[in-house]
């Protein structure tokens, strides 16, 4: 086969994947497809998340409130304030991976 029937096949080839029509993802239930799906679960997970991070913030600021001097509960409170912070900056961090990945997967 000489180049010139190779450049001609390829060619068809190409005109051929032009005229093949591509589907979308196929929905699961009512329009849903699994992405989506997948995306929902993702965001709800992350929100929950913040939440009980957010929760466990105040916690530890009550602990602080009541601590009443007393060394070790006033460390104990400040070690939940900690975590609690630390916690909300991951969460924080895991929705803007999130996003990105999903911008540059939903661009592919």
């Not at 239930?29 to 997970?45: A, Y």
């Not at 991070?53 to 007393?70: E, N, Q």
């Amino acid at each position: 086969m000489n180049i010139k029937e190779k450049i001609r096949q390829i060619g068809m080839l190409a005109a051929v994947a032009q005229t093949v029509p591509v589907t979308p993802p196929l929905p699961i239930v009512g329009g849903i497809t699994l992405r989506s799906l997948f995306e929902r679960i993702v965001l709800w997970v992350l929100a929950i998340a913040g939440m009980i991070a957010v929760l466990f913030l105040i916690y530890g600021g009550f602990l602080y409130l009541t601590a009443g001097g007393d060394a070790e509960r006033v460390t104990k409170a400040k070690t939940t304030i900690i975590n609690a912070v630390i916690g909300i900056i991951v969460i924080a961090l895991a929705f803007a991976i999130f996003f990105a990945v999903t911008d540059v997967l939903g661009n592919l």
